[in-house]
């Protein structure tokens, strides 16, 4: 096991077979000093530094006919608890996140039985035209899949058309996970992970590159897992598409799925190890705070994490599964430095913007919190009364 952890370290490639033994078996503390060594060595002049970003998850939507049973956001046509921003709230809430420092817009919605190409090249286009300093880091295969079925398009003409129109990247999401049996028994209308998998490579050979993510602890398997990491090391081998690898746990308030399973936090640390050694071709990989806890995410920068995620100024998704987390700028940056790192804001594509090497010019902006607009909040609403703060 030793030789395996020492090869993976060094940069060597490992079978799944070996990652599946590493993450069944090896010591907690040696996999992750292998898989810090590992992101040591690939950053090497900046492995000093850890990242995060600050954006805003647009819910534009929760109207959903996908209905998926892990799932405590959606409502599905017709009910009486489904609701659609319109252009105006979602530019307004645009015009806050840069407001506050904001660089990236997450466009995460329900597959709306009436959405295809159509509205998302709208909404993009209007999202540039208002907005063109920010980054539109949205949406994923299901989407996708969703909308061309709506518009009556090939998955290609509608990649097309919605990066024509604005989007930057793909956020990744609805991965969950991709071997057929966990997949079918949390998300049974959800296209097979194979497709899923497919449309992410068709847009990265158009020229489209998304981050890539595994949701944990519905009762998957270790193998499964695993199996879920060799399928994207497989496809990331062909295109070199995916920027990141996040991985997250399961939530399991107010769904069908209920309090099934949850991943714990010895086994979201092994799996941020494991995904830093075994995916020896994605870049970057990302530890949680939201769904683990903020110790649990400090930690993950000592198992091969080199980015902590978001100040996401509004979520509703896992937070309506009972993500109750929050935390803020000074926060997160605070949590970063006293993991022994040097926090740096970052860009979609990661390059650092700022990075704060004094802790005495650290930004102070009591505005920039996760969650300032969110239906999870205590008394927040849906749409159209959400509680907004004054960014001015
Ligand atoms: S996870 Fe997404 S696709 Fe599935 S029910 Fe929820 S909103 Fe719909």
């Given at each position: 096991m030793q030789s395996v952890l020492d090869r993976a370290a060094a940069g060597g490639r490992i079978t799944p077979q070996e990652a599946l033994e590493l993450y069944r078996n090896a010591p907690l503390h040696a996999l992750g000093q292998a898989a810090d060594a590992a992101r040591r060595r690939r950053y090497a002049d900046t492995a000093h530094i850890a990242t995060y970003i600050i954006e805003r998850n647009i819910n534009y939507t929760n109207v959903c006919v996908t209905a998926c049973k892990f799932c405590a956001f959606y409502a599905p046509p017709k009910s009486d608890k489904g609701w659609t921003r319109d252009l105006d709230d979602i530019l307004r809430r645009c015009a806050e996140t840069v407001e506050l420092g904001g660089t990236q817009i997450m466009f995460q919605g329900g597959h709306h039985p009436d959405f295809g190409v159509e509205y998302y090249e709208k909404h993009f286009a209007a999202i540039k035209k208002d907005f063109p300093q920010l980054v539109i880091h949205s949406l994923g295969a299901s989407e996708v899949e969703h909308m061309a079925r709506i518009s009556g398009v090939s998955v290609e003409e509608a990649i097309r058309r919605i990066h024509a129109a604005g989007l930057d990247s793909f956020a990744g999401a609805g991965a969950e996970l991709l071997p057929e049996r966990p997949r079918k028994a949390i998300a049974p209308l959800k296209e097979s992970g194979e497709r899923w998998l497919e449309i992410m490579e068709t847009a990265h050979n158009l020229g489209v590159e998304s981050t890539s993510t595994m949701l944990m602890g519905t009762g998957e398997t270790n193998a499964e897992r695993i199996e879920h990491l060799r399928?994207?090391?497989?496809?990331?081998?062909?295109?070199?598409?995916?920027?990141?690898?996040?991985?997250?746990?399961?939530?399991?308030?107010?769904?069908?799925?209920?309090?099934?399973?949850?991943?714990?936090?010895?086994?979201?640390?092994?799996?941020?190890?494991?995904?830093?050694?075994?995916?020896?071709?994605?870049?970057?990989?990302?530890?949680?705070?939201?769904?683990?806890?903020?110790?649990?995410?400090?930690?993950?920068?000592?198992?091969?994490?080199?980015?902590?995620?978001?100040?996401?100024?509004?979520?509703?998704?896992?937070?309506?599964?009972?993500?109750?987390?929050?935390?803020?700028?000074?926060?997160?940056?605070?949590?970063?430095?006293?993991?022994?790192?040097?926090?740096?804001?970052?860009?979609?594509?990661?390059?650092?913007?700022?990075?704060?090497?004094?802790?005495?010019?650290?930004?102070?902006n009591d505005h920039v919190v996760s969650h300032l607009s969110s239906t999870a909040l205590d008394g927040g609403t849906a749409h159209p009364e959400l509680k907004l703060i004054d960014a001015s």
């Open positions: 399928m994207i090391r497989d496809v990331q081998d062909r295109t070199g598409g995916f920027r990141a690898f996040i991985p997250y746990t399961y939530q399991p308030e107010n769904n069908h799925l209920k309090g099934q399973t949850q991943a714990t936090v010895f086994e979201y640390l092994r799996m941020i190890a494991i995904a830093r050694l075994f995916l020896d071709n994605v870049a970057h990989i990302q530890g949680s705070w939201l769904t683990t806890g903020k110790e649990a995410g400090q930690l993950s920068l000592h198992y091969g994490a080199d980015d902590l995620g978001s100040v996401m100024l509004e979520e509703n998704v896992v937070s309506s599964a009972g993500a109750k987390h929050r935390s803020n700028l000074a926060e997160l940056i605070h949590l970063i430095r006293t993991a022994g790192r040097v926090p740096a804001q970052r860009a979609t594509t990661y390059e650092h913007l700022v990075v704060h090497d004094d802790p005495a010019n650290d930004p102070v």
